[in-house]
């Protein structure tokens, strides 16, 4: 196979850089390294461009040298006398690339990659700043719970001091209440223990005295 022309990429020339082009968009009139082709076949204006290899023409096995405007297509040497032969304004593929600078459309895709890169930009800041702001109202949803959690368990504090006050309050009234019974009972017990001892000295008299009468008859 014959070796192909080493042709530069047309976009990558425009910023000073030499990437080898590996296909050609007749619509667009730009070489494109394999990079520049991938950004070519996404964008709006050209995904649906048909491009081709600059390599080897592929039925005459030859470098491509010329190119045709009336059927927007590379042509070596063959493929002038075999369909080419009466098209007009056949024009070197070197002078194709001297003139492609003045592609208006160059412009307009070295535009559309800026676009696409300025976008992509704003798209990840976008997402930078969503999942900053994601974080703060993480932060700030963590601290309400656990301001609300503090604030539940303050009031918890509160209400079981309340009711240990309570119980401690019931506890010491009933306490008195139950102490005041007791003290009575205590003084009931002893006034009965004593009419009980005043009860059995005047039964002991009256036995006494029964038996005395009883001697006495």
């Known amino acids: 196979m014959a070796t192909s022309t080493l042709i530069i990429c047309s976009l990558c020339q425009e910023d000073n850089e030499t990437s080898t082009a590996v296909t050609w968009c007749a619509e667009c009139e730009v070489f494109l390294c394999s990079e520049c082709q991938k950004h070519h076949g996404r964008s709006k204006m050209s995904k649906h461009h048909q491009v081709m290899s600059i390599h080897d023409c592929e039925d005459h096995d ?5 190119f045709c405007g009336f059927h927007d297509c590379a042509c070596c040497m063959k493929c002038i006398k075999d369909k080419h ?3 007009k304004g056949l024009v070197s593929l070197d002078e194709v690339v ?3 600078k003045s592609s208006a459309f160059v412009s307009q895709v070295k535009t559309d990659l800026i676009n696409l890169h300025e976008n992509l930009k704003t798209i990840k800041l976008f997402f930078s700043e969503n999942l900053s702001a994601l974080e703060k109202q993480k932060l700030e949803a963590m601290s309400r719970v656990h301001t609300m959690r503090q ?12 009711l240990l006050d309570d119980i401690r309050s019931e ?22 223990e004593e009419k009980q001892k005043i009860f059995l000295k005047w039964l002991n008299f009256q036995l006494i005295f029964k038996h005395i009468s009883v001697y006495m008859k």
Not at 62 to 66: A, D, F, H, I, N
Not at 151 to 162: A, C, G, P
Not at 173 to 186: F, M, V
Request: charge should be negative; aromatic fraction near 4%.
């Open 171 to 192: 506890f010491t009234n009933l306490q008195e209440t139950i102490g005041n019974l007791k003290s009575e009972i205590d003084s009931k017990t002893d006034q009965v």
């Open 85 to 87: 032969d009466n098209c």
């Open 62 to 66: 030859l470098k491509y040298e010329l």
């Open 98 to 100: 001297g003139n492609i």
């Open 151 to 162: 604030s539940i368990n303050n009031h918890l504090d509160k209400l079981e001091e309340s």
